[in-house]
């Protein structure tokens, strides 16, 4: 129980130092700190996610840094792969889960540190900001579509919010700026983790508030204190930080599980 607080403050810190991503590793906590099931804490994951994005919401919108509008109609067409997502979350074995969850961890990673290496060109004056980004919509909705259903499908498979998808796709479908595509992202991450919640309404009752209250509360905090650290270390090197503990969370996973598929057992 100590680890998955401690996880939380971690968790949280990394959300406010990074403009999110960190709730990623939401579910290895609560399935290696709390001894949840695969299951169990995607779900759980889910209310850590939606914490996570609401703190950092208020933080972003008070930079001005947030489109709701582009974020309302990525969340709803996300809606469709949240349910598909959800309806595989049940049918696939543990193992299985945690082990293509492994996988998407070092993909994230792979995409962090190739961000890193390029941060410097993160703020493209070319971009358009939230508001004419919206005019675009029409001539991009098949992209936009194909996009935030994928993400819908990652949020409702494995409770993440997908950030690290929500962002590129903004910035190169839409060209909203980075500063914009951050802050909305959150707007998105928020919509699609209670849609999936609403989807998996039956099993709400399995969720152990008790346990999870404490690490909720701590994201928020570190969130917070996350934004102070954003201030005062670079961005590459905070990126870089994180992708090598997504890998090594990944790895961990990978031991743990790749061992009980049925193609080796």
Request: charged share 10%; hydrophobic share 55%; net charge neutral.
């Amino acid at each position: 129980m100590i680890i998955a607080v401690a996880g939380g403050l971690i968790i949280g810190m990394l959300v406010g130092a990074l403009g999110g991503g960190g709730a990623i590793l939401g579910v290895p906590l609560l399935v290696y700190g709390a001894g949840q099931d695969s299951q169990q804490a995607t779900l759980s994951s889910l209310v850590i996610v939606v914490s996570a994005a609401l703190a950092g919401l208020v933080m972003q919108h008070r930079n001005g840094a947030v489109n709701y509008r582009t974020g309302l109609i990525f969340g709803v067409l996300g809606s469709v792969g949240a349910l598909a997502g959800t309806l595989l979350n049940g049918k696939i074995s543990e193992p299985l889960l945690l082990t293509c969850f492994s996988i998407l961890l070092v993909v994230v990673a792979v995409l962090t540190f190739l961000k890193a290496r390029n941060s410097s060109s993160d703020a493209n004056p070319e971009t358009a900001d939230g508001d004419e980004a919206g005019h675009e919509l029409k001539d991009r909705l098949p992209m936009l579509v194909v996009t935030a259903t994928a993400v819908g499908f990652l949020t409702g498979l494995f409770g993440v919010g997908g950030g690290f998808v929500i962002v590129p796709a903004l910035t190169i479908v839409l060209g909203v700026s980075m500063r914009v595509a951050v802050g909305t992202s959150l707007v998105v991450i928020a919509i699609n983790s209670v849609v999936t919640m609403a989807f998996r309404y039956q099993e709400l009752s399995t969720i152990e508030w008790g346990t999870l209250w404490p690490i909720v509360v701590l994201t928020v905090l570190g969130a917070l204190g996350g934004a102070f650290i954003n201030k005062r270390v670079s961005q590459s090197a905070l990126q870089l930080g994180f992708a090598v503990l997504l890998c090594g969370v990944a790895v961990f996973i990978a031991v743990q599980n790749v061992p009980e598929l049925p193609v080796f057992s």
